[in-house]
């Protein structure tokens, strides 16, 4: 009773609200990452070395230290917050423990190793294109996760939340 007289039902609600508009932002994120990737390069090696040792075929410079630093302070920092945001959200899910350690561990890694992916094939060896490649796949396949956990998760709340009001 106190559940209903103290307006919990409808915090909850609204939360609930919050969150699955704040994933759908989030959702739009993620293609754009995809895009943006795909607008520089795509899957294939060549591609990768191309954007950053640059080409003499399409007239394109070597990526710069300054400029790969300035991209990697502003990543860093967001898709730090983005990946603690939803590993977070997934922590309040009834998925298993297992499950969440998996997907949590692998975002972070694969967040990190995205980044670190374009350092390596610019600065150590141009074979490290199938490593950013990899990286970037398990990154876009690891966030996706996430969402559609979280997503499913907050789905169901939302369904015991109206099948309780009636």
Do not use: C
């Not at 915090?11 to 990452?33: C, H, Q």
């Amino acid at each position: 009773m106190r559940y209903f007289v103290t307006g919990e039902q409808q915090r909850k609600a609204l939360l609930n609200a919050l969150v699955l508009m704040f994933l759908g932002y989030i959702v739009l994120l993620w293609l754009s990452n995809g895009l943006m990737y795909f607008h520089r390069m795509d899957l294939t090696p060549e591609s990768v070395i191309a954007y950053y040792l640059g080409s003499e075929e399409t007239f394109t410079q070597p990526r710069s230290y300054q400029g790969m630093l300035e991209v990697s302070h502003f990543h860093l920092f967001s898709m730090g917050m983005l990946v603690l945001t939803l590993t977070h959200l997934m922590l309040m899910t009834e998925f298993s423990y297992r499950l969440k350690i998996w997907i949590s561990g692998l975002t972070y890694l694969s967040a990190i190793a995205d980044e670190a992916g374009g350092w390596l094939v610019r600065f150590v060896h141009p074979h490290f294109a199938y490593f950013k490649i990899a990286a970037f796949l398990l990154l876009e396949l690891s966030l996706a996760t996430l969402l559609i956990v979280v997503v499913v998760s907050l789905i169901r709340a939302r369904i015991r939340l109206r099948s309780g009001d009636s």
